[in-house]
């Protein structure tokens, strides 16, 4: 396989924007398939593809958002007006949100570990196939993401969470940099004991 250089800096300089200065146009559909495509394509051991994706696009975001105040409303009693206003206006913050959705088959000789691991790598995978396409990308799992009564509304099983939702479309500001740790600091080399 050939070097990718373009690629290596993708990588060495993404960053992920915030879905609330995210504006038109977001991927259209078949920018979509692609970015999909690209988070089916991480390690999966087993072959189970231990995950799915729920899209909201278009008046799907804003519907969804009523689910979300509802929520909001009835969880947290000391929840302000505008704080229930915000919940419903959610996921219009970006053109486009994928919900990916990690579904564990427990009991099995794959462990259930390594599925929660390939639903992370899906997501990351994701981010960068829509930054490579030239959109901004974010992964946030909130409060809803936890909250019975959305994952009710999702469709959820037993067997499935939340990994993340994930929010694309067009950069307004441009994204500041952020401190990164130390490679020394992080990384060491094992050394058989004496």
């Known amino acids: 396989m050939p070097r990718s250089q373009e690629t290596i800096d993708l990588l060495l300089t993404r960053r992920s924007a915030k879905a609330l200065t995210m504006v038109e146009p977001g991927p259209g559909d078949a920018e979509l398939e692609i970015i999909l495509r690209a988070g089916a394509r991480v390690p999966d051991h087993g072959k189970l593809a231990p995950w799915r994706f729920i899209v909201f696009k278009g008046e799907a975001r804003r519907q969804f958002g009523e689910v979300l105040s509802r929520a909001c409303a009835a969880t947290q009693p000391g929840a302000t ?42 997501c990351q995978n994701m981010l960068i196939a829509a930054t490579a396409l030239g959109y901004g990308a974010q992964w946030l799992t909130e409060w809803y993401a936890f909250d019975a009564g959305v994952n009710e509304a999702l469709g959820l099983a037993e067997n499935e969470k939340v990994a993340g939702y994930l929010y694309f479309g067009s950069e307004s500001v441009p994204k500041d940099e952020r401190p990164r740790p130390e490679l020394s600091e992080i990384t060491s080399e094992w050394t058989p004991k004496d």
Request: aromatic share 4%; hydrophobic share 50%; charged share 20%.
């Open 81 to 122: 007006s505008d704080q229930v206003a915000f919940e419903a206006n959610r996921l219009t913050r970006a053109p486009v949100v994928v919900a990916v959705i990690s579904r564990v088959t427990p009991g099995i000789k794959i462990p259930e570990w390594e599925q929660l691991l390939s639903a992370g790598a899906v």
